[in-house]
């Protein structure tokens, strides 16, 4: 599995970033992290809110994203 979080550097992308790590650690998921930062790939994905959380090429969510959402579509995305 692949998990990205697509994000410009703001503190939003940032602290999504750090709590889907922290989640992954809680529920001991072994995914590739990825941060994307580049502006150029992160509009391959046709969004207009950032940041977002992509999983093996699919985006599951945008903006705010709490650590419990984040539980839940790593849950469902297993």
């Known amino acids: 599995m692949e998990i ?3 994000g410009t550097g703001c503190s ?3 602290a999504l970033y750090a709590n889907v790590e ?3 650690k809680d529920m001991d998921i072994n995914a590739v992290l990825v941060k994307e930062e580049d502006l150029q790939k992160i509009m391959e994905y046709n969004i207009m809110s950032l940041p977002a959380l992509v999983i093996d090429g699919k985006v599951v969510a945008k903006g705010r994203i709490t650590e419990s959402e984040i539980r839940n579509i790593l849950t469902t995305n297993k």
Do not use: H
């Open 12 to 14: 939003n992308c940032k």
């Open 22 to 24: 922290k989640v992954m």
């Open 4 to 6: 990205k979080v697509l």
